[in-house]
Structures are given as structure tokens and as C-alpha cells.
T-cell receptor, first 116, second 113 residues
Framework: AQSVAQPEDQVNVAEGNPLTVKCTYS??????LFWYVQYPNRGLQFLLK??????LVKGSYGFEAEFNKSQTSFHLKKPSALVSDSALYFC??????????????FGQGTTLQVKP | NAGVTQTPKFQVLKTGQSMTLQCAQD?????MSWYRQDPGMGLRLIHY???????DQGEVPNGYNVSRSTTEDFPLRLLSAAPSQTSVYFC????????????FGPGTRLTVT
């Protein structure tokens, strides 16, 4: 079955330190990969995506993510965390074979807490 | 552009009542979808549409109906509300070609008592 796993419910980091939010997936073929962020009482905002090409993709607010095909992972990273990065982060995948249906499969979410 | 808009923002229903959650987008996106968000479960797809007149079921369609008469609007109907439908509902849209990412509305928080 297709699935996306975010193994950590919560990640705690100190402001200024690097952060990593982990994501692994089990989807056939080479999927499209996404990260979204959700601030309290808000909708989801797109951060970045991997479609093809360079395994390291850069996105909004200084975030980046590394696609690792052999480990089927797409971890989100940022070199220096800000308190304002504190939010709920979702990893999502879309099968290339889904054609124009665009259906996304989401992970369960990881709460990032950045302490001053 | 207003993007994806949803109404209402909050709603409380009694068990057995029906209601419609509204969703509209002004980006001329072909694909629209409804998700529900529950703690610890991420977002789960309820129904989706690849264009006006075309809808299909997602992962958790039971108890919900949709229709797509125009490109802009994609309402979600709860036929007979149940406490298990207490959730936050998000509508999203994306163009069929191009960017691939989905654009989400602000959500509707629904409580069924």
C-alpha cells in the first residue's frame, strides 16, 4: 500500500541550530514529493517540491530538502532555525502514474518547535 | 486573485443534520479536492474532481457527496452528520499541468454533537 511516514511527532531545536524533519515513503515508481507547512488555524502552505533533476531542492523561507531514491526519503532541512519556523510540517507524495488526478498522499505531520 | 476560499470557517451541527461546505477558486484550476484533517492522521482525501462534471472518490468518501458544475466551485455535502465527521476540512486546487503543487483554502472547522 502507498504510504508516507514522518517518524517523529515532534522535533525540538534551539534557534540558530540546524533542523531536520524526516520523511520516508512507499510509493511505486518515482513519485513527485512535496513539503507543506501549516501555521496554527491556517491552511497548508507549499514549501518545496521534487519533480526531477537535482536531488537537493530549495524552497521558501530558507528550507531545502534532499531526495534519496535508494532510501526512499525526502527529509526537510534548514541550516539555521528561527522561532517563527515553529509550525506543523507535512510531507506528501503524488504518484507519477496518477496522471491528471493529482491525488496527494500525506504523512501524519511533524510539529516543529524552535526555542529561543 | 483570492486563491482558494472556503465558507464557513466554523460550524457546529447536531447529529443527523445536513450541510454544505463551500469551496471556490479563481485560478482556473482544473483539479480540485477535499481533504479532512484529524490529529495524528495527516490529511486524507475525501473526493476530488479533474474538471467540471467529473468527480471521483478518494480515501474516505463515505458520508460525503460532491458535485462540480463549474470550474470555480466544488461544494462538499454532508448528508447526515455524525460525530465521526468532526474534523477540519480543507479544499485544494491545482492546475492539471505545470506546477503540480496544490493550493489550499483556509479550512472549515466542523463539530458534530
Amino acid at each position: 500500500a502507498q504510504s508516507v511516514a514522518q517518524p517523529e511527532d515532534q522535533v525540538n531545536v534551539a534557534e540558530g541550530n540546524p533542523l531536520t524533519v524526516k520523511c520516508t515513503y512507499s510509493v511505486s515508481g518515482n513519485p513527485y514529493l512535496f513539503w507543506y507547512v501549516q501555521y496554527p488555524n491556517r491552511g497548508l502552505q507549499f514549501l518545496l517540491k521534487y519533480i526531477t533533476g537535482d536531488n537537493l531542492v530549495k524552497g521558501s523561507y530558507g528550507f531545502e530538502a534532499e531526495f534519496n531514491k535508494s532510501q526512499t526519503s525526502f527529509h526537510l532541512k534548514k541550516p539555521s532555525a528561527l522561532v517563527s519556523d515553529s509550525a506543523l510540517y507535512f510531507c506528501a507524495v503524488r504518484e507519477r502514474s496518477s496522471g491528471n488526478t493529482g491525488k496527494l498522499i500525506f504523512g501524519q505531520g511533524t510539529t516543529l518547535q524552535v526555542k529561543p | 486573485n483570492a486563491g482558494v476560499t472556503q465558507t464557513p470557517k466554523f460550524q457546529v451541527l447536531k447529529t443527523g443534520q445536513s450541510m454544505t461546505l463551500q469551496c471556490a477558486q479563481d485560478m482556473n484550476h482544473e483539479y480540485m479536492s477535499w481533504y479532512r484533517q484529524d490529529p495524528g492522521m495527516g490529511l486524507r482525501l475525501i473526493h476530488y474532481s479533474v474538471g467540471a462534471g467529473i468527480t471521483d472518490q478518494g480515501e474516505v468518501p463515505n458520508g460525503y457527496n460532491v458535485s462540480r458544475s463549474t470550474t470555480e466551485d466544488f461544494p462538499l455535502r454532508l448528508l447526515s452528520a455524525a460525530p465521526s465527521q468532526t474534523s477540519v476540512y480543507f479544499c485544494a486546487s491545482t492546475p492539471v499541468t505545470g506546477g503540480y503543487e496544490q493550493y489550499f483554502g483556509p479550512g472549515t472547522r466542523l463539530t458534530v454533537t
